[in-house]
């Protein structure tokens, strides 16, 4: 028995991994964020790639300081050092700017059609250069001006004897992983409740299932097929996994990645394993639910009408994450919902990183999903079996109510 | 030997199979023949644990039929059904390994099959190419590639032309020879009559028939009469005592008898003068005799 869960495991593994649709389901979440990043890299290196030309008028250290440094400010110093004929070529458009200092004031004249100046970039440059030269003037030590430079440091932290660690991540970052979580679970459910949905109708619409019940049994088919797409669900983690670890690895320097690191502070290995457990326990719980609202299909084309219950039932926690997003999320209409096996999935994972539940209320909730797993594949096994080879023309609600509801 | 023993279903109100009690031994062909509904798909499904009997038991060998054994059972199912995106191959060896075969033994094995039933194509084109006597071919070579002792085979024939209808007669046959047990349900009573030993007919369930071909057969009496004698025409059959109808059948007359012994009378008359080119009194075909079941029992 084993042995053949086993190869219907490997089969419907397999099958799916060599089909394109697979590898479009890996990309499609990240699809996304790798065209905005490739857009955005794109357009960064484009518009820096032609500097702008500018005569600064300015005292002859000033204008120095600035023509060594023009690379780093992404400009080119031109050789005019006379205002009037500066601004009679930058009429003529010869030039992109012209920058004229005095007294302490600085003012930057543009045309229409220049190249742009980084004046973010300038400013800084600028201030750090009038900065020095007053330094100088009140004869400041370089240990007095760094020190006048630091800035006030404020560090926030929640009081939570359980997790401290996690409590440095800010409200905004909470509020987009709690929808994050919401919306994550959603769409794997979607997603691998309606592959398993199209597995099994797949194989009833074809009518090979008399063949495969006869070479096998409605168990191995069963927990067989059940395995095989949660073996997809996790290839997708492990690939993310391995994707975004590798990133942090070769990126962690990045200028980008500092800046988004920040948000990623939540992101705890506690916090993910909970996650991870938490929707591959509850997706293998929703493909259960799946395969039999599946195996009640006479055809493909009943395939949505099928999983109609399905995605209506995983939408649940997918709109009490979203609204709990926000500081509502602390209720205890939600915090009950957390305990509840196919719902806490989505709210759980939030709870604990808003601090709203400890790891002991995770773990408790998690054990429940798994129990309910346990007992759904109990269950779902009985009426797979009486109803992987029946073909009723009644609606599909119908036929679930009727299968799962007690004989009268 | 596997033995069906008082066999009982019933789905709702309807009862699919009563009381039904049969035995197969090795190196035998027993037919089941009977009308859309009569039982015999239900009858296939209880023996493969498809669905579970109200009461009855199947044997094999004495013993129950365990998940192992049943896994030895080849199976031709009614509603034929192949993975249409995959090819040939990759579906028959996940069958058979699903049946305990070993993957290269499959492989060399799906090679002697394709050849022996005559499937056009490779191994490795798609179920969707094929066309739909070539897929019931391969779905042929998934019930008996590993070599199973027991062998079920629903409808085997329909769909087929008389030519592949005989290449899967023939294999039936081999089979046979080889010691298998076969069970089969067919619509073509010529077919059924060709390769059983045994028939059992089903009428809404029921038994109404059972036992060797040729013995029902014989049981009915020898009233059928094929006759050539150029010098009698259809009005002197008519006018025979014995005759009950008379029908042209191509150089002769087919005589249908009220009792087997009006043929003695029949033969003298008809020879009186000496050689006729044809005589033959035989018993009712057994479409006949399905027919004549089926209507005395509505």
Known sequence: MNK?????????????????????????????????????????????????????????????????????????????????????????????????????????????????????????????????????????????????????????????????????????????????????????????????????????????????????????????????????????????????????????????????????????????????????????????????????????????????????????????????????????????????????????????????????????????????????????????KKNVLSYSDDNISKQLLRAILPKK | MITLSHLNKTFGDKQAVSDLSVTIKPGEVLGLIGQNGAGKTTTFRMILDFIAADSGTVTWDGQPISDDRRRQIGFLPEERGLYQKESIEEQVLYLAELHGMQKEEAKRELAVWMDKLQVVGKAGDLVQTLSKGNAQKVQMILALIFKPKFIILDEPFSGLDPVNAALFMDTIKELKKQGAMIIFSSHNMDNVTEISDHLVMLKEGRTVLQGNVQEIRESFGRTRLYVEAPQFTATDFAAMAGVARVEKAGAGYRLYLENEEAGRAIFTTVTKDGYIPAFSQQPPTLAEIFKTEVMAHE
């Not at chain 1, 095989?228 to 290839?235: P, Q």
Request: no cysteine; hydrophobic share 50%.
């Open chain 1, 4 to 384: 053949q869960i086993s190869l219907v495991a490997k089969h419907t593994y397999l099958t799916r991994l060599k089909k394109k649709s697979f590898w479009w389901l890996l990309v499609a979440p990240i699809a996304p964020v790798l065209v905005g990043a490739i857009v955005g890299f794109a357009v960064a290196a484009f518009s820096s790639d032609k500097s702008a030309e500018v005569a600064v008028i300015a005292p002859t250290q000033m204008r120095q300081a600035i023509k060594s440094d023009q690379k780093e400010l992404n400009l080119k110093v031109n050789n005019q050092t006379d205002e009037t004929k500066a601004k009679q070529s930058l009429s003529k458009e010869d030039i992109d700017a012209v920058l004229i200092i005095k007294d302490d004031q600085g003012t930057l004249l543009t045309q229409p059609k220049s190249n742009e100046v980084d004046t973010s970039k300038l400013k800084t440059f600028l201030s750090q250069m009038a900065l020095s030269e007053k330094a100088a003037k009140y004869q400041l030590t370089a240990s007095q001006v760094a020190d006048l430079q630091s800035p006030f440091k404020l560090t926030s932290k929640v009081q939570d004897k359980n997790q401290s660690k996690d409590s440095e991540a800010a409200d905004t970052v909470k509020q987009m992983l709690t929808m994050a979580v919401g919306i994550l679970v959603f769409i794997i459910v979607s997603i691998y409740a309606s592959i398993i949905g199209n597995e099994i109708a797949n194989e009833k619409s074809s009518r090979i299932m008399e063949t495969l019940l006869a070479a096998s049994s409605a168990k191995a088919q069963y927990y067989g097929k059940i395995i095989g797409v949660a073996g997809l669900l996790l290839t997708q983690i492990a690939i993310y996994a391995v994707a975004g670890t590798a990133t942090v690895l070769f990126s962690a320097n990045a200028s980008w990645a500092k800046s988004i690191a920040p948000y990623l502070s939540a992101l705890t290995p506690g916090f993910l394993f909970f996650t991870i457990a938490f929707i591959v326990i509850a997706t293998a719980a929703y493909l259960v639910i799946a395969a039999i609202a599946a195996s009640l299909v006479n055809d493909q084309s009943q395939i949505s009408q099928a999983m109609t219950p399905v995605t209506m039932l995983a939408l649940i926690p997918y709109i009490v994450a979203l609204s709990s997003s926000s500081s509502t999320g602390n209720n205890t209409f939600v915090q009950i919902l957390s305990y509840i096996p196919l719902m806490g999935q989505s709210i759980m994972p939030s709870q604990l990183a808003n601090h709203y539940a400890t790891w002991w209320q995770a773990s408790l909730s998690l054990g429940l999903t798994f129990i309910a797993l346990i007992l759904l594949l109990h269950f779902g096994l009985a009426l797979y």
